[in-house]
């Protein structure tokens, strides 16, 4: 792992400003992408700004929708009575990204922009219509989610919070690998408060992506059996040492019920 | 190299570290505090965690220069007065290693869960709340057992 300049910035500002200084700098929040991803080599920054410093934890319930800092670790996700109540399938979801330890330093900023195309979150960002918040503007998560490992973010623009909409009912099944526990397939389903039905799966392709037939059918009806006979084309999917394209396709629709049958 | 400091196992510590030093290059190389083990490169073992400011983490995917002026728990800390730590007994009694490369990890991380999830545990939780510690030689069901005697004993 290659040296570089550690600095860690108590106001957001700041951390603009030292990214625009660095020569090839890296934001750092859990770090669990990040450090990993050092110690491989495959990055090697001259710069890391530390998000640490700027404390941006927290959970606020408004009338309308749910703000969740940027820095909010998946475990103080999970552990949110408040947010089990009005989103359960968020709460649920963080519960179960990666293992303990993960969660104790994983955050909600860090996975969206990192937009690992096995992660979690993008699932319920896509499925409830998120908007993400940055230093720059804000951005539906169906402009913010750009392809495998990419997202919409200048280099220098920090993820502030993320806003999820409240819904009448959201749900998240995952089938886990077992060694890595990233979503081999997970869907994210959820009933808007108009009625209408989003689905999301992460971990199937090559970045997440919603299903427009199995939104239609739980728009019509908000059941697992209104998922019957609707499958997803194996053509673009990842298939790999863990699965197959056509198992992982297969999988999308087993998922999607479940996440139906748990959806709250 | 800037100097860090920070409170381990209770007591204040202080060091030069580069921006890439890991905790647990901290804990174990500038500290002498080897029971802290480094069982893989990919973050997965949980052979490293300890617990920083309370909670859990692992050692291995941590920056020392994060952790400046945090308090840090290792294995090392949990005994008192030369007295084993009642999971630290918990595991010897049940017999919960072979090796015991582990075991570090599986005690921080098993005192971690009682302070979650409180001292009543049945297996299910016991096993789930493992998912990030790996044990390579004992099949797990005396770790199970001796976490659950060791909750209830704390
Ligand atoms: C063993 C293990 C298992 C895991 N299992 C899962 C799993 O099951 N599901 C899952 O979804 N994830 C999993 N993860 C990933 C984990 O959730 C990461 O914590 C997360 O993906 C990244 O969050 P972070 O806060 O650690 O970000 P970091 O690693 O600090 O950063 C990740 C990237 O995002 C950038 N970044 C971070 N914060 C911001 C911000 N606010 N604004 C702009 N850019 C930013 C960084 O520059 C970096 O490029 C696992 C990780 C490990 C080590
Ligand atoms: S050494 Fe830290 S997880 Fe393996
Ligand atoms: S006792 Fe050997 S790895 Fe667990």
Redesign the pocket.
Known sequence: MENFNYVRPAKVADAVKAMKKAKDGKFMAGGHTLIPTLKQGLASPTDIIDLGGLKNTGIKIGAKSVVIQAGTTHAEVAASKELKKAIPGLAALAGGIGDPHVRHKGTIGGSVSNNDPAADYPSACLALGATIHTTDRKLAADKFFTGMFSTALKDTEIVTAVEFPLVKKSGYAKFPNPASLYAMVGVFVAQGADGSARVAVTGAGPGVFRVADMEAALSRKFAGSSLDGIAVKSKGLNSDMHASAEYRAHLITVMAKRAVEAAK | MPAITMKVNGQAVCGDVEGRTLLVEFLRDKLGLTGTHV?CDTSQCGACVVHVDGKAVKSCTALAISCADSEVTTIEGLARNGKLHPMQEAFREHHG???????PG?IMAAVDIVKRKGKKLDEDTIRHELEGN?????GYQN?VAAVKAGAASM
């Open positions: 069982g290693l072979q090796c015991g490369f582990c075991t599986m790996i044990c390579r030689c004992t770790i």
